[in-house]
């Protein structure tokens, strides 16, 4: 399924991709995008733009009506099912809403993503201790998802995506819901990342945010891309 | 993944779910006390059948005047007799006395003896179904000196019927406590799913295999259905104990009631789990617009 290394430069391919939703509302229409390996690119959109259908179709949680989905190398509409946990091992995702399970503490929220993935059992402590330093959050490992603000929640979110060593991070409106201060240190966490070698997409409506970190953008408008600058 | 990862994440979701992890157990135990119960009476009633057919005597009652000896030969040589055996007027009373026991003293009122000579014949063992023990009863009333032929197969029909018909009731009772304890245990498991569907849809996210995110639930109605299995035959066998006092005879079928307690349990609690997961599992695949921003 996937390609050898030799052909795949890209990390993300689309070609023609468009996404009907209830058979009639496009939600995405003839999208071409092309990102390198290593990029760092902020996907910009008013509300209902098509900027999470385009993430949810590269983690293939959802496939399109028609064109190509390529994602390291991974053809996503020939895909089977079965083998959807292998591409999903390798990215990471990041939502507005967190999504950290509320009955474990910070330590057990990233362990769980390192058990579930079958990862040893030995490397488990050093990979979250690791990530944990990474994002300043050691002094929060045993607090519970309501103890911490919504950045440290936030920051927890992405650890766990980052534990898992992703070679692509897909963040969905990640200052969406947390005070701009908090908003600039995880755009700082998130460059970091990208410093460090994985391709960062980050989808926005903060369209000055996006500017100010001098990155490409591709504005989505009514699920067309409108515009796409470096 | 590991299996202890797996089992510590399936007790995880039964301790938290332990109050209706219990009660599913226990509707499960119930149902399958009742499948025990009606196994217990069917296996007896089996019993009670095969033993009535093996025990079968026939009475050939005869004349007075005909010869003992030559009556006992000539049904002795009938297909299917074991032995022939003949027993005089006064044998008979005797025998009366013996059965009535204290009413005894009522048999002394009687003037005359009126009972009459018999015949009694054992058959074969395996000779004892409808059809030969009539043909029987046939061929011994063609015999000269043979008056009447009192067989029992009325006896035997009575409880050959009875027997097929519990069997047909626990048939019915089967499929019933089989589709309820599916049902609890489908139950369970969804609303086990629905209360862990955060958890499910981040496992998904992240890259765990189907396996992983299904198997502790079938972990979990495996254990809902063992438990419930296990409660159903401990149960069953104090029952037994409690009817021993008044059927003492009465047998405890322990294997048939341990497979069906524990096998159907198990059994349906993995069924139900899949079908739980075949219904709640594909829910995060199935979102569409409702996630859109």
Same mark, same amino acid.
Request: hydrophobic share 45%; aromatic share 6%.
């Given at each position: 399924?996937?390609?050898?290394?030799?052909?795949? *430069?890209?990390?993300? +391919?689309?070609?023609?991709?468009?996404?009907?939703?209830?058979?009639?509302?496009?939600?995405?229409? %003839?999208?071409? $995008?092309?990102?390198?390996?290593?990029?760092?690119?902020?996907? $910009?959109?008013?509300?209902?733009?098509?900027?999470?259908?385009?993430?949810? $179709?590269?983690?293939?949680?959802?496939?399109?009506?028609?064109?190509?989905?390529?994602?390291?190398?991974?053809?996503?509409?020939?895909?089977?099912?079965?083998?959807?946990?292998?591409?999903?091992?390798? *990215?990471?995702?990041?939502?507005? %809403?967190?999504?950290?399970?509320?009955?474990?503490?910070?330590?057990?929220?990233? +362990?769980?993503? $390192?058990?579930?993935?079958?990862?040893?059992?030995?490397?488990? /402590?050093?990979?979250?201790? %690791?990530?944990?330093?990474?994002?300043?959050?050691?002094?929060?490992? @045993?607090?519970?998802?309501?103890?911490?603000?919504?950045?440290?929640?936030?920051?927890?979110?992405?650890?766990?995506?980052?534990?898992? +060593?992703?070679?692509?991070?897909?963040?969905?409106?990640?200052?969406?819901?947390?005070? /701009?201060?908090?908003?600039?240190?995880?755009?700082?966490?998130?460059? %970091?990342?990208?410093?460090?070698?994985?391709?960062?997409?980050?989808?926005?409506?903060?369209?000055?945010?996006?500017?100010?970190?001098?990155?490409?953008?591709?504005?989505? @408008?009514?699920?067309?891309?409108?515009?796409?600058?470096? | 993944? &590991?299996?202890?990862?797996?089992?510590?994440?399936?007790?995880?979701?039964?301790?938290?779910?332990?109050?209706?992890?219990?009660?599913?157990?226990?509707?499960?135990?119930?149902?399958?006390?009742?499948?025990?119960?009606?196994?217990?009476?069917?296996?007896?009633?089996?019993?009670?059948?095969?033993?009535?057919?093996?025990?079968?005597?026939?009475?050939?009652?005869?004349?007075? =005047?005909?010869?003992?000896?030559?009556?006992?030969?000539?049904?002795?040589?009938?297909?299917?007799?074991?032995?022939?055996?003949?027993?005089? &007027?006064?044998?008979?009373? #005797?025998?009366?006395?013996?059965?009535?026991?204290?009413?005894?003293?009522? #048999?002394?009122?009687?003037?005359?003896?009126?009972? !009459?000579?018999?015949?009694?014949?054992?058959?074969?063992?395996?000779?004892?179904?409808?059809?030969?023990?009539?043909?029987?009863?046939? &061929?011994?009333?063609?015999?000269?000196?043979?008056?009447?032929?009192?067989?029992? &197969?009325?006896?035997?029909?009575?409880?050959?019927?009875?027997?097929?018909?519990?069997?047909?009731?626990?048939?019915?009772?089967?499929?019933?406590?089989?589709?309820?304890?599916?049902?609890?245990?489908? =139950?369970?498991?969804?609303?086990?799913?629905?209360?862990?569907?955060?958890?499910? =849809?981040?496992?998904?996210?992240?890259?765990?295999?189907?396996?992983?995110?299904?198997?502790?639930?079938?972990?979990?109605?495996?254990?809902?259905?063992?438990?419930?299995?296990?409660?159903?035959?401990?149960?069953?066998?104090?029952?037994?104990?409690?009817?021993?006092?008044?059927? !003492?005879?009465?047998?405890? !079928?322990?294997?048939?009631?341990?497979?069906?307690?524990?096998?159907?349990?198990?059994?349906?609690?993995?069924?139900?789990?899949?079908?739980?997961?075949?219904?709640?599992?594909?829910?995060? =695949?199935?979102?569409?617009?409702?996630?859109?921003?």
């Amino acid at each position: 399924m996937a390609e050898t290394a030799a052909e795949s *430069i890209n990390a993300v +391919e689309l070609v023609g991709v468009s996404r009907l939703y209830q058979h009639s509302w496009p939600a995405l229409t %003839d999208v071409n $995008l092309t990102i390198e390996k290593g990029d760092f690119i902020f996907i $910009l959109g008013a509300t209902g733009a098509g900027k999470t259908t385009l993430l949810r $179709l590269l983690y293939r949680q959802d496939l399109p009506e028609s064109g190509k989905v390529k994602v390291l190398g991974y053809d996503l509409r020939k895909m089977p099912a079965s083998e959807v946990p292998h591409l999903r091992k390798r *990215i990471g995702i990041i939502f507005q %809403d967190f999504r950290l399970l509320a009955e474990r503490t910070v330590y057990e929220n990233l +362990e769980f993503v $390192l058990r579930v993935i079958g990862t040893n059992r030995k490397e488990i /402590p050093g990979r979250i201790q %690791d990530t944990l330093n990474r994002l300043g959050l050691v002094h929060k490992k @045993d607090s519970y998802p309501h103890q911490l603000s919504g950045g440290e929640q936030q920051k927890t979110s992405i650890a766990r995506a980052l534990v898992k +060593e992703p070679e692509i991070l897909l963040a969905d409106e990640p200052t969406g819901n947390i005070d /701009p201060r908090a908003a600039a240190d995880i755009l700082n966490i998130l460059k %970091d990342i990208n410093y460090q070698g994985a391709t960062v997409l980050m989808a926005t409506h903060d369209a000055d945010l996006a500017e100010r970190t001098r990155r490409r953008r591709v504005t989505l @408008d009514a699920g067309r891309i409108v515009r796409d600058e470096t | 993944m &590991k299996l202890s990862y797996l089992l510590q994440e399936a007790f995880r979701s039964i301790n938290r779910n332990r109050g209706s992890f219990i009660l599913a157990a226990t509707v499960q135990a119930i149902c399958l006390v009742l499948l025990s119960v009606f196994i217990i009476l069917t296996w007896n009633l089996m019993r009670l059948s095969e033993t009535a057919s093996r025990r079968i005597e026939l009475y050939a009652f005869v004349s007075e =005047q005909a010869d003992p000896a030559q009556l006992v030969d000539r049904i002795g040589s009938l297909d299917g007799v074991a032995q022939a055996r003949y027993v005089s &007027k006064d044998e008979a009373l #005797v025998e009366l006395r013996a059965d009535l026991g204290p009413d005894s003293s009522l #048999v002394n009122a009687l003037e005359d003896n009126p009972l !009459p000579p018999s015949v009694r014949i054992a058959v074969r063992a395996g000779f004892a179904s409808l059809s030969e023990l009539a043909a029987l009863e046939q &061929k011994a009333l063609l015999i000269p000196g043979v008056t009447e032929v009192w067989s029992g &197969k009325e006896m035997v029909e009575r409880l050959g019927r009875i027997t097929r018909t519990v069997m047909f009731l626990d048939i019915g009772i089967l499929v019933i406590v089989f589709c309820a304890v599916l049902f609890i245990a489908f =139950q369970t498991v969804e609303s086990s799913i629905a209360s862990r569907h955060h958890e499910i =849809q981040i496992m998904e996210l992240v890259g765990a295999t189907g396996t992983t995110v299904r198997l502790p639930f079938v972990i979990e109605g495996t254990a809902q259905g063992f438990l419930g299995g296990a409660s159903a035959f401990v149960i069953a066998v104090v029952f037994h104990r409690l009817t021993t006092v008044v059927i !003492p005879a009465s047998a405890l !079928p322990i294997g048939p009631v341990l497979l069906a307690d524990l096998g159907l349990g198990v059994l349906s609690g993995i069924v139900g789990a899949l079908i739980a997961l075949n219904r709640i599992h594909r829910v995060p =695949q199935a979102e569409t617009a409702g996630d859109e921003e």
